[in-house]
Every structure is written in C-alpha cells, then in structure tokens.
C-alpha cells in the first residue's frame, strides 16, 4: 500500500515539474507562429494582384509590430506595443512612450527572464560588447545593431529609458531575482564601426 503511495506521489511531482516545460513549449510555437504570420504578411504586402494588395491578417494587424533577434544568442521573438502582462507572456514588450522601432532616439524593448510561458529574455545576460541585435517592422525594414554597453541597474534608473538624439536600441530583462534589471544599449552598426575605427586610428 505504501508503495503504491510512493508510485503516485512521484508521478504527481513528475506532473508538476512537466508543466513548466510544456507551457514553455506551447508559447514557443505561438511566437513562432506569429513570426511565420509576420513574414507571411511581408510576403504579401510586396506582392501586388491587380490593382489591389493582398489583404494582411487581421491577427498580426492588431498582434505583433516587428521582430527581434540575436542570433549569437538564439533569441528571435516577435514585438508587441506596450509592456503589460498580456504582451510580456506572448513575446517581447515595447515600451510605448520610447522611440518607435528602427527611428530616431530611445527604442526601448522588455522581455521576460526565465518566465514559464518563454526563454525569451532570459538569456540576454550572455550578450557581449559587439553582439549583433537585429529588428525587423510590419514593413520590412530591418536595422543591424551592435551592443555597445550593458550595466545592472535599479528598476527605475533612468539610464534604461534616457532620450537619445540618435537612433538607439536598449533591452532590458530582469537580474538579481527580479530586484534589478540588467540592461544593454545597442547602436546601429555603422556609428559602431565608424567609433572603432576612431578608436584604432588613435
């Protein structure tokens, strides 16, 4: 009898520690749906029949607004507007009052660190000066970026959400158990190049 027990209180633990991994799983396929969904929708938007384009999905319209991806990391999910609960569980968060994405200053995106629905972010603490970051609009236009600097500040340190005159990237996930954030700032990758070709020539 207490054996039987010990045989159901073990595939009950196997049950729970199974979750995780299943819901990660699912919300994977998701992202990638609407990453397919996304580059489904370019196809068609560059594609003319007659005098009228293709009609794009209303389901991407009103989900995803670009894409991110650093691919020295693995990371590639889609972006949605705004950074409540209900874009941070689907993908990457865009913070509204920052700059749009590939524009002029401050673009700034969230992403969750070790959520049960995605890896997304998680691994973002990896990233190294030099990394490549790539973000890709409903239009098509993707923009290359590098990562420049990274630090692990406050959750409200003003370094994340500064204004920038230039066009900029920041990303940012949560550190140290979720009291901090870690956070790096991306330029394009010409003003990279252009800085350390000054940098050599010196």
Known sequence: MRSKKTVILILIG???AAVPFFLRMREQQRADQYINQFEEEEDEESEETGNRKKKASPYLAEGA?????????????????GTGAV???????????????????????AGHNGSRRGTFFTNLS?????TEVKITTKAG?????????????????EWVTEESGTEMLTLFTCADH???????????????????GDADSE
């Open 14 to 16: 196997i049950a729970i």
């Open 65 to 81: 607004i670009g894409i991110v991806e650093i691919p020295d990391l693995k990371i590639k999910y889609p972006v949605f507007e």
């Open 87 to 109: 874009q941070l569980n689907e993908g990457i968060g865009h913070m509204e009052s920052s700059a749009p994405l590939c524009d002029k200053g401050n673009c700034v995106l």
């Open 126 to 130: 990896s990233v190294r000066a030099g």
């Open 141 to 157: 236009v993707t923009h290359s970026y590098t990562v420049e600097e990274m630090r692990v500040v406050n959750p409200y340190d």
């Open 178 to 196: 979720g009291t901090r954030r870690f956070a790096c700032k991306c330029v394009p990758v010409k003003d990279y190049d252009s800085e350390r």
